[in-house]
């Protein structure tokens, strides 16, 4: 039986999706997380001793007893990052008398140039409650494997600084005994998270 053209086409498609989930799993030593959160992943652990925007060492225990909404962006991101922001200040105003419960986070991935007083400005222009961490570059990649985020520095000369970053893109929810609840992935509208978060507080 004769193998048509298109056929061995889709074949060598599927065999490069493969392979490039394959190098992504050696590069970051551990297995692939998909944006919708299925596929196999380790166990993802709020895990981290950061500083946040004001100078101060911030560890996960310090948010004992309150909802986590997590996020890792960096400030120099165009579009997703700001875009999630605005939306996790959507959802911060919308839980009104019950937004003292949920504590937003935005780790950064591009602590180069995020130091505090950058992450204080940017996240000035959002929600008054949220968390900006960053730390060291180890400390980062520490804490991103608890995570199981995939961050990556792109070169694009046009960027600030001459590159960007490239980055997993789902927001974490974790409840007040900091165990992981569930993802919610780039896209969900603020009502959604609203509703879901608001049926569990």
Same mark, same amino acid.
């Given at each position: @039986?004769?193998? +048509?053209?298109?056929?061995?086409?889709?074949?060598? /498609?599927?065999?490069?999706?493969? %392979?490039?989930?394959?190098?992504?799993?050696?590069?970051?030593?551990?297995?692939?997380?998909?944006?919708?959160? +299925?596929?196999?992943?380790?166990?993802?652990?709020?895990?981290?001793?950061?500083? $946040?925007? #004001?100078?101060?060492?911030?560890?996960?225990?310090?948010?004992?007893?309150? /909802?986590?909404?997590?996020?890792?962006? &960096?400030? $120099?991101?165009?579009?997703?990052?700001?875009?999630?922001?605005?939306?996790?200040?959507?959802? @911060?105003?919308?839980?009104?008398?019950?937004?003292?419960?949920?504590?937003?986070?935005?780790?950064?991935?591009?602590? !180069?140039?995020?130091?505090?007083?950058?992450?204080?400005?940017?996240?000035?222009?959002?929600?008054?409650?949220?968390?900006?961490?960053?730390?060291?570059?180890?400390?980062? %990649?520490?804490?991103?494997?608890?995570?199981?985020?995939?961050?990556?520095?792109?070169? !694009?000369?046009?960027?600030?600084?001459?590159?960007?970053?490239? #980055?997993?893109? #789902?927001?974490?929810?974790? $409840?007040?005994?900091?165990?992981?609840?569930?993802?919610?992935? &780039?896209?969900?509208?603020? !009502?959604?998270?609203?509703?879901?978060?608001?049926?569990?507080?």
């Amino acid at each position: @039986m004769a193998i +048509s053209l298109k056929s061995i086409r889709k074949t060598l /498609w599927v065999a490069v999706a493969v %392979a490039s989930i394959g190098l992504l799993t050696l590069i970051l030593g551990k297995p692939y997380l998909f944006p919708d959160g +299925s596929g196999y992943s380790p166990a993802i652990i709020a895990d981290f001793e950061l500083t $946040n925007q #004001h100078g101060q060492v911030i560890r996960d225990e310090d948010f004992a007893g309150q /909802w986590m909404l997590i996020f890792f962006g &960096y400030t $120099n991101c165009p579009d997703v990052c700001p875009t999630t922001i605005a939306e996790m200040s959507m959802v @911060m105003e919308g839980l009104e008398d019950n937004s003292g419960k949920v504590q937003p986070i935005m780790v950064t991935i591009d602590p !180069e140039r995020d130091t505090p007083e950058v992450l204080a400005e940017y996240l000035g222009f959002f929600s008054p409650g949220l968390v900006g961490l960053t730390g060291t570059p180890e400390q980062i %990649a520490t804490t991103s494997k608890t995570f199981n985020i995939f961050y990556a520095k792109m070169t !694009e000369p046009d960027a600030p600084d001459g590159y960007s970053m490239a #980055h997993s893109s #789902h927001v974490y929810l974790f $409840n007040p005994e900091g165990e992981y609840i569930r993802i919610y992935k &780039y896209g969900t509208p603020a !009502e959604a998270i609203l509703e879901d978060l608001a049926s569990r507080i």
